[in-house]
T-cell receptor
């Protein structure tokens, strides 16, 4: 069974540029999560989807961050415009309704110059 | 609010046992998890324990839960160099609406 897929793995951009990250969850997992992991820290939840509905986006900085999960499968997280402080690893995870364990993708390491 | 604390570093010799400790504050925790993160990789789920259990064993891994003291530990028997990584403790609870709250991670170094 394929795991959570994320792309790109690495992204380097200049500040004020837009950037987007893509996630494909494990087949059959209807819950999808985006996490932010700063250096030396544990992941922090940005947004959680149940199917195509964002059920918890309280930690998403909505002035510059947006996310979508059309058709309840793949998801995209966007930052526009990026700031220096956005440099971090962006992790995607998924889980099924019947079993709550979250499985993580490899992450996208973003560097903003 | 919810908080999860871990010591930042642990160093052991190959073949010894490693014990990684974690404390949490939310008394409504339902599940507690241990994840492993190798350099440049995502988080790998190692094991988890339901809050009404006090121990769970899975091959070389033993999880102990002291719910009264809100203390969780992960014991790795016969630690190998391949176990070198960062280990994260995480809890989910009614207070976190089922979302995972992570500690900062414990970096385990295994010396040959």
């Amino acid at each position: 069974e394929a795991g959570v897929v994320q792309s790109p793995r690495y992204k380097i951009i200049e500040k004020k540029q837009p950037v987007a990250f893509w996630c494909n969850p494990i087949s059959g997992h209807n819950t999808l999560y985006w996490y932010l992991q700063n250096l030396g820290q544990g992941p922090e939840l940005l947004i959680r989807y149940e199917n195509e509905e964002a059920v918890d986006d309280s930690q998403l900085p909505k002035d510059r961050f947006s996310a979508e999960r059309l058709k309840g499968v793949d998801s995209t997280l966007k930052i526009q415009p990026a700031e220096l402080g956005d440099s971090a690893v962006y992790l995607c995870a998924s889980s099924s309704m019947t079993r709550g364990e979250q499985f993580f993708g490899p992450g996208t390491r973003l560097t903003v110059l | 609010g919810e908080d999860v604390e871990q010591s930042l570093f642990l160093s052991v010799r190959e073949g010894d046992s490693s014990v990684i400790n974690c404390t949490y504050t939310d008394s409504s925790s339902t599940y507690l998890y241990w994840y492993k993160q190798e350099p440049g990789a995502g988080l790998q789920l190692l094991t988890y324990i339901f809050s009404n259990m006090d121990m769970k064993q899975d091959q070389r891994l033993t999880v102990l839960l002291n719910k009264k003291d809100k203390h969780l530990s992960l014991r790795i028997a016969d630690t190998q160099t391949g176990d070198s990584a960062i280990y994260f403790c995480a809890e989910s609870s009614r207070g976190s609406q089922g979302n995972l709250i992570f500690g900062k991670g414990t970096k385990l170094s295994v010396k040959p």
